[in-house]
């Protein structure tokens, strides 16, 4: 286990999961967990065992199947009931029983929740949490309370919200995270209020949601004030603007204040489990994510090019790779020469100048077509190699591909695809069916290879954006296709520029194929 003295405590499976859209199952939580443990977070709460019967089975699956290196389970529950004994609330039962060496107790703090939602006095709510805690303690389980709507309760009434906290800590509770439940706090007023918080003696902690787009600066604001448990989401998940990111809140205060939260190894893969979490919730990566986004670290090319080719340090606020982040060239009209050699180098190859100006030309002219290299990356890469080899290679050459789109009498649409190509010496013809003409084509591409090469399989179609643009000069308007493929490692997204919708799709699918095989370490001479 790590340092106790700072937690970093995640909450992605419970309240992170809470996010629409967002279905996580018993396995998906496992395999989250195992990430977050990777990266060295402290506890992972993982749900809210007999309330909930996924819930519940997690905590019974992770007693085999989890073997977590750094990171305690913390198991989610409210009080007992008003009127009954702690002892005999079989929802209390179920947090004993879930296993989890913490128990996290959600308590109200506000005055008019617990008269209007809890329907009963605020004496008797006291009375639940000192006897929750106490009862917990007694059985030997350790025991966080998160303090819920506690800044509008502190607001409402500031002599029982602080009631709450000592009577918690009183009983046993070990750390009171404070909840900024609703998440309208600011941090200037969120950190005085902290301050009194931290006043009372108990140990303090923040868990922030982001409705004012001030959840990581609330939670560093608390830090400051004396808070010394940190609560958040992986990749900010949660309900409504989301909860605390925690990747952001964990890198500000390692490499801005100094706290060793995780070790440096970790921190550095933590672009990597950013991403891996997505894999599973299946939520696209917000690109723009601090410290994990792809373009976190990206610079649009031209004016300040040749100055970052000398010092990237003048340019970014951190070294990326202390993330596990990169710097990145964005590759666009405005390139010059020293972008594009920069983006060689990136890429690892050393450009003859030559070479380069060649490239330049290159991406100039098809950029003017319509084609966008800025989020085709691995268009470029393509482009670069054969621009470097002189030539155009690939692992196949396509003779012809047709689509059939069918209407059937039942008013089902089906698309139906055939591919002839050559590879490694053979000529092969491959159907695919799909819901769609792309999906169909794709599928053909897939059944025509997948005997040459076998590791295709994990290369999938994960995006597919399509945008018309304007006819110039008295042309007709044409269409460019974008599309994100994904494997075990990462993510890859292709270009297609044509008149035609499909014509576009393919050219975009063909790379994407191409450049899945290159990255499985299928050289392509
Ligand atoms: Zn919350």
Not at 1 to 12: A, E, G, L, P, S
Request: charged share 25%; glycine share 8%; with cysteine.
């Amino acid at each position: 286990m790590t340092d106790d003295r700072f937690h970093v405590y995640d909450t992605t499976l419970r309240d992170g999961a809470q996010q629409e859209g967002l279905n996580l199952t018993v396995a998906d939580k496992l395999a989250i967990a195992r990430h977050l443990d990777g990266l060295g977070v402290g506890f992972i709460e993982g749900g809210w065992p007999g309330a909930n019967p996924k819930d519940t089975e997690f905590f019974r699956r992770a007693r085999t199947e989890l073997d977590l290196k750094h990171a305690q389970l913390a198991a989610f529950g409210a009080t007992r009931r008003a009127g009954v004994k702690a002892a005999d609330d079989p929802l209390v039962a179920a947090l004993r029983e879930s296993g989890a060496p913490v128990v996290t107790l959600v308590a109200k703090s506000h005055d008019r929740h617990v008269e209007l939602a809890l329907r009963t006095t605020l004496e008797e709510n006291l009375a639940m949490i000192r006897d929750t805690v106490s009862h917990l303690r007694a059985e030997g389980q350790r025991v966080f309370l998160d303090a819920e709507h506690f800044f509008d309760g502190y607001a409402s009434n500031p002599a029982y919200a602080l009631e709450v906290l000592r009577t918690a800590a009183e009983a046993g509770a070990s750390v009171i995270a404070l909840c900024d439940t609703n998440g309208g706090m600011l941090p200037d007023e969120l950190a005085e209020i902290v301050h009194e918080a931290v006043g009372t003696g108990a140990r303090i902690g923040i868990h922030c949601h982001d409705d004012t787009g001030c959840a990581v600066a609330n939670t560093l604001a608390a830090v400051r004030a004396g808070a010394t448990h940190v609560q958040g989401c992986a990749n900010g998940y949660g309900e409504r603007s989301g909860n605390a990111n925690l990747f952001t809140v964990v890198a500000n205060l390692q490499l801005k204040r100094g706290f060793d939260l995780v070790p440096p190894q970790a921190l550095a893969d933590m672009t990597r489990i950013a991403h891996a979490i997505t894999e599973v919730t299946n939520v696209t990566p917000n690109s723009h994510a601090p410290y994990v986004g792809v373009s976190a670290f990206a610079h649009k090319a031209g004016l300040h090019a040749s100055a970052i080719k000398v010092d990237p340090n003048l340019y970014q606020h951190i070294d990326p790779a202390l993330v596990g982040n990169d710097m990145r060239m964005l590759v666009s009209d405005m390139a010059g020469r020293a972008s594009v050699e920069l983006k060689g180098r990136e890429l690892g190859y050393e450009l003859p100048a030559e070479t380069a100006r060649d490239l330049v030309e290159r991406v100039k002219d098809m950029e003017s077509r319509g084609y966008t290299f800025e989020a085709a990356d691995a268009s470029f890469e393509l482009l670069l190699r054969d621009t470097v080899a002189g030539e155009r290679r690939r692992h196949f050459e396509v003779e012809s591909w047709r689509v059939i789109v069918e209407r059937t009498r039942g008013g089902e649409l089906v698309s139906e695809a055939t591919v002839k190509l050559h590879a490694k010496g053979e000529r092969i013809v491959a159907t695919g069916e799909g819901n769609g003409p792309v999906n169909a084509l794709d599928k053909a591409v897939r059944a025509a290879l997948e005997r040459l090469y076998p590791d295709l399989a994990a290369v999938e179609l994960v995006d597919f954006k399509v945008r018309i643009l304007e006819g110039t000069h008295g042309t007709d308007a044409i269409t460019r296709v974008l599309i994100t493929s994904s494997d075990a490692a990462g993510e890859w997204a292709t270009v297609g520029v044509a008149e035609n919708v499909i014509e576009a799709s393919w050219q975009a699918l063909e790379q994407a194929v191409t450049y899945g095989l290159l990255r499985a370490g299928h050289a392509t001479d």
